[in-house]
Nanobody
């Protein structure tokens, strides 16, 4: 089992920045690909970013590319999401996810999820 706890969400004005953190416990963190997803009520959970087990590979959808950066510190069992130039459409609950395999952009392939942290961007 892997337990994931997100933090760092909050209210920010458009154009501002936030950094989300996700701390993992329970298994060898460095074995896992880590990803961020987000969800707004009534919509499907959306892929935001992913990082491979050693941080060597990352991937972003066009909606956040150039604005968001995912990183990880395997020594601290933590993955981060730096979000810059935030837009009102980035408002969502952000979830951290872990997968004991090669990285994936599909939410169906992640075994472990955090409880989510709310990000609200005001216009």
């Amino acid at each position: 089992q892997v337990q994931l706890v997100e933090s760092g969400g909050g209210l920010v004005q458009a154009g501002g920045s936030l950094r989300l953190s996700c701390e993992a416990s329970g298994r060898t963190f460095s074995n896992y690909a880590m990803a961020w997803f987000r969800q707004v009520p009534g919509k499907e959970r959306e892929f935001v970013s992913v990082i491979s087990w050693n941080g060597g590979r990352t991937y972003y959808p066009d909606s956040v590319k150039g604005r968001f950066t995912i990183s990880r510190d395997n020594g601290k069992n933590t993955v981060y999401l730096q979000m810059n130039s935030l837009k009102p459409e980035d408002t969502a609950v952000y979830y951290c996810a872990a997968r004991n395999n090669y990285y994936s952009t599909s939410r169906y392939e992640y075994e472990y999820w955090g409880q989510g942290t709310q990000v609200t961007v005001s216009s």
